[in-house]
């Protein structure tokens, strides 16, 4: 199963670089980019718009992974308070507050 995966995985990026090369092959035109507040040089439109998705991806990632870092905190700190009220349940288990039935 592991190795159809990664075979699976190798023939999607393989796939993926191909058509990359196709769109650069065809969109090979340099074209200026004009932001806000200047006009950066004309250069291919293949690498403008792969640039703007190589961009895009990577500010997906650190959004994402600020998320993830947030839940794992969250899930820490009620792994800890389950942890404290297992801890005081057996204390007071142990004392004969509670019976166990």
Not at 10 to 30: E, K, R, T, Y
Not at 70 to 85: D, E, G, P, V, Y
Request: proline share 4%.
């Amino acid at each position: 199963m592991g190795f159809l995966r990664k075979l699976l995985a190798l023939i999607l990026a393989a796939a993926m670089a191909a058509v990359g090369v196709l769109f650069a092959l065809q969109n090979a035109q340099p074209v200026p980019l004009d932001v806000l507040f200047m006009i950066l040089p004309p250069r291919s439109l293949a690498l403008w718009v792969l640039g703007a998705l190589a961009l895009g991806g990577v500010l997906g990632l650190l959004l994402s992974s600020f998320a993830v870092l947030r839940l794992r905190a969250r899930l820490m700190a009620a792994r800890r308070q389950i942890a404290n009220s297992q801890a005081e349940l057996d204390q007071l288990r142990a004392k004969g507050l509670v019976s166990r039935e």
